[in-house]
Structure formats: structure tokens, C-alpha cells
């Protein structure tokens, strides 16, 4: 069964880079069916499209985080990552990795558990 | 596109059945609207697809419908496990958007 496990630092200080990894099990990243997406929450809040990559490296943003995110992926470790430069503390909250389903679905049918990032000095 | 959920919360009891809608600024293809529900701590699950086709393993007393800007999710009979937040989400345009989420509590 595919998991997805988010990793990386819980705290980035103001004005840095966030960086997180999703590496995805149980299944093969570069499969033509999926999407491969980064979702965020901050606390008490909704859900916020980030961006997502397919597996050809093609990428597609939320644009007003465009200018400040890069998603890539690494198929030979059967992960994707996700950086967010310039972070404030607008940028706190729980980010979930996520496989959009495209043949069928269209939609983010399996999720990582998340992870939290607090932006402080 | 910006999606509305109304209301922003529900108190209901167990058995009860609750209608949760989700208004689209402009159309949306019923092949790009999803359901998910979140409970607290947890990831968000796919409830619904498609506008009305239940994902793997979720009970029939899930149910989508609705087209163009209007789309609704049913639960015909709450159950203790079905009180959480509930979102919409629409992937046929960009940025794909999700509804701000109709909360359900337990009255």
C-alpha cells in the first residue's frame, strides 16, 4: 500500500528557506497516473494548494507563493521536495505531501500524515 | 476559482442527516470536484470524487451531487466518526482552490 512521509525541520527562522522532503513507498513516483503535491494548513485554518509536480518535472504553482516556491523530484529516491524561501511566520502551519490521482480521481486520494513548521527566531 | 462552503459549522446529533454546500465562483467540471474530511490531527481523506463517486471505502451514507457552481455532500445518517471538517476542492483550474470547510459538531 503507497505511503507518503513528510521530513525536515519544524522550525526555520524568519527571512530562510523551508525544505521538505515527501518520500513516497509501496509505489513508483514516476508512474504517468499521478500527481505529486505539497498542501499546507495553517493553525485553526483551511487547506491551501501549494503546488504540485508530475513526473516529468513539469510544475505548477499557487500563484501568489510562485515567486517563492520550488518543487522538484528525485525519482531514483522516490521522492519530491518542496522549498519556500523568504518564509514569515504567515508560512507556520502543518504541510502535507499528497498524490493527485489523474486517470480517474482527479483528485489527492492518498495523503502524508504532515508536518508541522513553525517560522520563528 | 473561489469556493464557498455554507454553513461554517453544523452542531447536529448522531443519526441526524446534514446537506453541506459548496458554491464555485465560476463552472467547474463535475470531473474535477472532491469531497474530503479531516479530523482533528489528522490528513484530510477523499470522500468523494468526480462530484458524486464515493472513494474506495467510504460508506454509502456519503454522497455527492451537483454540477456547474453548486455541489452538495450528504450524510443521510451521522455517525460518532463523521464529526470533523469537511472541504471541497476543485483541480480543474488554477490555483485549485479549496472551500474554507463546513466544521460538524456534535450538538
Redesign the interface.
Known amino acids: 500500500q503507497l505511503q507518503l512521509l513528510e521530513s525536515g525541520p519544524g522550525l526555520v527562522k524568519p527571512s530562510e528557506t523551508l525544505s521538505l522532503t515527501c518520500t513516497v513507498s509501496g509505489g513508483s513516483i514516476s508512474s504517468p497516473t499521478y500527481y505529486w503535491g505539497w498542501?499546507r494548513q495553517a493553525p485553526g485554518k483551511?487547506?491551501?494548494?501549494i503546488g504540485?509536480i508530475y513526473y516529468s518535472g513539469s510544475t505548477?504553482f499557487?500563484?501568489?507563493l510562485t515567486s517563492r516556491v520550488t518543487i522538484t523530484i528525485d525519482k531514483s529516491k522516490n521522492q519530491f521536495s518542496l522549498k519556500l524561501n523568504s518564509v514569515t511566520a504567515a508560512d507556520t502551519g502543518v504541510y502535507?505531501c499528497?498524490r493527485?490521482e489523474w486517470d480517474?480521481?482527479?483528485?489527492?486520494?492518498i495523503?502524508?500524515?504532515?508536518t508541522m513548521v513553525t517560522v520563528s527566531s | 476559482i473561489v469556493l464557498t462552503q455554507s454553513p461554517g459549522t453544523l452542531s447536529l446529533s448522531p443519526g441526524e442527516r446534514v446537506a453541506l454546500s459548496c458554491r464555485a465562483s465560476h463552472s467547474v467540471s463535475t470531473?474535477?470536484l472532491?469531497w474530503?474530511q479531516?479530523r482533528p490531527g489528522?490528513?484530510?481523506?477523499?470522500l468523494i470524487?468526480?462530484a458524486a463517486n464515493r472513494?474506495a471505502g467510504i460508506p454509502d451514507r456519503f454522497s455527492g451531487t451537483g454540477s456547474g457552481t453548486d455541489f452538495t455532500l450528504t450524510i443521510s445518517r451521522l455517525e460518532p466518526e463523521d464529526f470533523a471538517v469537511y472541504?471541497c476542492?476543485q483541480?480543474a483550474t488554477?490555483?485549485?482552490?479549496?472551500?474554507?470547510?463546513t466544521k460538524v459538531e456534535i450538538k
Request: net charge neutral; charged share 15%; hydrophobic share 35%.
Open positions: 498542501i483551511g487547506l491551501e494548494w504540485s505548477y499557487n500563484p501568489p502535507f499528497a493527485l480517474e480521481l482527479r483528485a489527492f486520494d495523503w502524508g500524515q504532515g | 470531473r474535477f472532491a474530503y479531516q489528522q490528513a484530510p481523506r477523499l470524487y468526480g472513494a472541504y476542492h483541480y488554477s490555483p485549485y482552490s479549496f472551500g474554507q470547510g
